[in-house]
């Protein structure tokens, strides 16, 4: 589908503010487990996505947006948990790692996509910047995946 202006900022400002929500609750999580070198890369990620909803609600400015539904955005837990067995599995440096590694990527794609399908040349511009970003996020947690090993 091609998103509309107000459509796409909509979705990228509910993305960046989830991804904010999430990072800085993983982070909180890795410091009450005294994982202070994770808590600290989660909360360099934190500080990224309220930079980014930042600049997003700048560009929004009077526009108006659409509601969405919130399967649009929310960020997804690995299938092979249930919600039992998900917080100790989050627990897991590294697997709280993969999770945000796999929701940014998620993220990039999004915007991939829409950049694809854009008619709006500003959406299609932003979107590309935004992929870019996420791109960015994704490659940064592979990078502390392959330093911080599955327990
Ligand atoms: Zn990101």
């Known amino acids: 589908m091609s998103y509309s202006l107000p459509e796409?900022?909509?979705?990228?400002?509910?993305?960046?503010?989830?991804?904010?929500?999430?990072?800085?609750?993983l982070a909180d999580m890795?410091?009450?487990?005294?994982?202070?070198?994770?808590?600290?890369?989660?909360?360099?990620?934190?500080?990224f996505s309220t930079m980014h909803r930042d600049s997003i609600r700048e560009r929004i400015?009077?526009?108006?947006?659409?509601?969405?539904?919130?399967?649009?955005?929310?960020?997804?837990?690995?299938?092979?948990?249930g919600?039992?067995?998900?917080?100790?599995?989050?627990?897991?440096?590294h697997n709280a790692l993969k999770y945000a590694r796999d929701n940014e990527e998620r993220a990039m794609l999004f915007y991939q996509a829409v950049a694809e399908q854009a008619d709006d040349p500003e959406v299609k511009r932003l979107a590309i910047e935004f992929a870019e970003e996420e791109k960015e996020h994704t490659e940064a947690l592979?990078?502390?995946?392959e330093r911080v090993p599955p327990s």
Request: charged share 30%.
């Open 8 to 25: 796409f900022l909509a979705h990228a400002l509910a993305m960046e503010e989830e991804a904010a929500e999430r990072n800085l609750e």
């Open 30 to 47: 890795m410091e009450a487990h005294n994982n202070l070198e994770v808590a600290g890369i989660f909360r360099d990620m934190h500080r």
């Open 61 to 81: 400015g009077k526009i108006e947006l659409p509601q969405l539904k919130s399967w649009q955005y929310r960020w997804v837990a690995p299938t092979e948990i």
């Open 83 to 93: 919600d039992e067995d998900g917080f100790d599995y989050m627990m897991r440096p």
């Open 142 to 145: 592979d990078g502390w995946l």
